[in-house]
C-alpha cells in the first residue's frame, strides 16, 4: 500500500545492484511513493547486475560512476539537476566492498592498500557525495541523505573486518556533515544500522548464514529484512522525519540492546550439553 509519501521529491540512489540489494528495494519503494530518481553504481557493477530491469520499472535514467572519483560524482549530480531541472531531495549511500574479507585476509594480518580501499569505498565516499553535494548546492532544504551502516561500528563481530572500521568512519561523516548541513541548509544526515541481510554481497561473506541465525534468535522481532529496511528509508527520505538528523538509527529487530535471549541461550546449552554436532 502506497502512501504518497515522496510524491513530488527527486532523489539519487547509488549502489542499486540486483533485487536481493537493499537500494533495489528502496528504489521500488521511493517509486511506489511519488519520488523520481537516478540510478548510480560503477560500471563494473553495472555489467554484472541487472540495473537496466530497475530503471525500466520506476522510469529512472542510470548514470554509471566511481563513487570515489570526484569527476564521477559532480557529474552525477550535475546530470541528475538536469534532468530534474532542479535540485533534488534525497540521496541513498548504499556502497561497501573490502577487498581484505574477500581475499580472506584477517583483522591482525591485514593488507594496507586493500584496507585503503576499503575505507575510500565504504566510507569516504559517503564524505566525497556529501562534500560534492554541498558545494554544488544540489539538495533542497529540509532534504536527507542516508547511508548504509552495521552494527560492527560499534560492536566487535567475528569475520567483519575492516567493514567495522569503515563503518564506524561512515557514521563519523554523517554526524559530522549532519551538523553542517542541518545548520546550514536544514539537510538531514543518518544512517540505518540494519540486521544482516542476505544481499548479493552479503550471501559472499563466510559464515553469514550462521550470523543470520544468530541474530535472528537474538532480536525479539527477528531480523529486518532487505524490504522492511527500505520502507524504513522511505520514511527518513519522507517530511515524516523533518527534525531526525545525525544519529545511527538500528534498524534490526532490537539485537542492538540485546545480551542474551532465550532464543539463543536454549541454543547455546543444547550445544554445551552435546546434544548438537
Request: charged share 25%; aromatic share 10%.
Amino acid at each position: 500500500m502506497a502512501y504518497n509519501l515522496l510524491k513530488g521529491k527527486k532523489g539519487i540512489i547509488f549502489g542499486a545492484l540486483d533485487n536481493k540489494s537493499i537500494a533495489w528495494k528502496v528504489a521500488e519503494k521511493a517509486h511506489e511513493e511519488g519520488a523520481e530518481f537516478t540510478l548510480t553504481n560503477t560500471p563494473v557493477a553495472l555489467r554484472f547486475g541487472e540495473l537496466d530491469e530497475l530503471a525500466k520499472m520506476c522510469n529512472s535514467e542510470i548514470i554509471p560512476a566511481d563513487a570515489t572519483n570526484m569527476a564521477d560524482i559532480e557529474n552525477i549530480f550535475k546530470k541528475t539537476m538536469e534532468i530534474f531541472d532542479g535540485k533534488i531531495d534525497f540521496i541513498l549511500h548504499s556502497i561497501g566492498m573490502s577487498l581484505n574479507v574477500r581475499k580472506k585476509k584477517v583483522y591482525n594480518d591485514l593488507n594496507y592498500d586493500f584496507l585503503k580501499k576499503t575505507l575510500d569505498i565504504s566510507a569516504i565516499s559517503f564524505h566525497k557525495i556529501l562534500q560534492v553535494a554541498n558545494k554544488m548546492d544540489a539538495i533542497n532544504d529540509w532534504g536527507s541523505v542516508v547511508a548504509l551502516s552495521y552494527v560492527a561500528a560499534q560492536r566487535t563481530l567475528f569475520g567483519y573486518n575492516d567493514m567495522a572500521d569503515a563503518k564506524s568512519l561512515l557514521e563519523s561523516i554523517a554526524r559530522s556533515f549532519g551538523y553542517i548541513y542541518g545548520r546550514d541548509k536544514k539537510i538531514r544526515v543518518n544512517t540505518i544500522s540494519q540486521s544482516p541481510t542476505m544481499t548479493t554481497a552479503g550471501s559472499g561473506v563466510k559464515g553469514i548464514d550462521g550470523l543470520m541465525d544468530f541474530t535472528d534468535r537474538m532480536s525479539p522481532l527477528g531480523n529486518a529484512t532487505a524490504e522492511e529496511c527500505a520502507n524504513y528509508c522511505i520514511t527518513l527520505f519522507s517530511d515524516l522525519t523533518k527534525k531526525v538528523t545525525m544519529q545511527n538509527l538500528f534498524h534490526d529487530g532490537g539485537f542492538s540492546n540485546m545480551g542474551m535471549s532465550l532464543k539463543a541461550m536454549t541454543m547455546y546449552n543444547k550445544a554445551f550439553e552435546g546434544e548438537l554436532d
